[in-house]
């Protein structure tokens, strides 16, 4: 199973970026890579599932 993380525009981008330094196999989009900025979070979810 590979698991893929979808992070909305309020998470911090220093966390994403330390994720994928830890582990850069980590499937990991920002909401600005995604265009997802102003959704709000119930959209994103949508968007994600």
């Known amino acids: ?3 893929r993380y979808q ?3 309020d ?3 220093v966390i994403v ?3 994928l330094r830890r582990e850069p196999t980590v499937n990991f989009q ?4 995604a265009g997802l ?3 709000k ?3 994103v979810l949508t968007l994600a599932a």
Do not use: F, K, R
């Open 11 to 13: 998470l911090n981008q």
């Open 37 to 39: 900025q102003g959704l």
């Open 1 to 3: 199973m590979n698991i």
């Open 7 to 9: 992070a909305d525009a």
């Open 41 to 43: 979070d119930l959209e």
């Open 30 to 33: 920002t909401a600005s890579a």
């Open 17 to 19: 970026t330390g994720v």
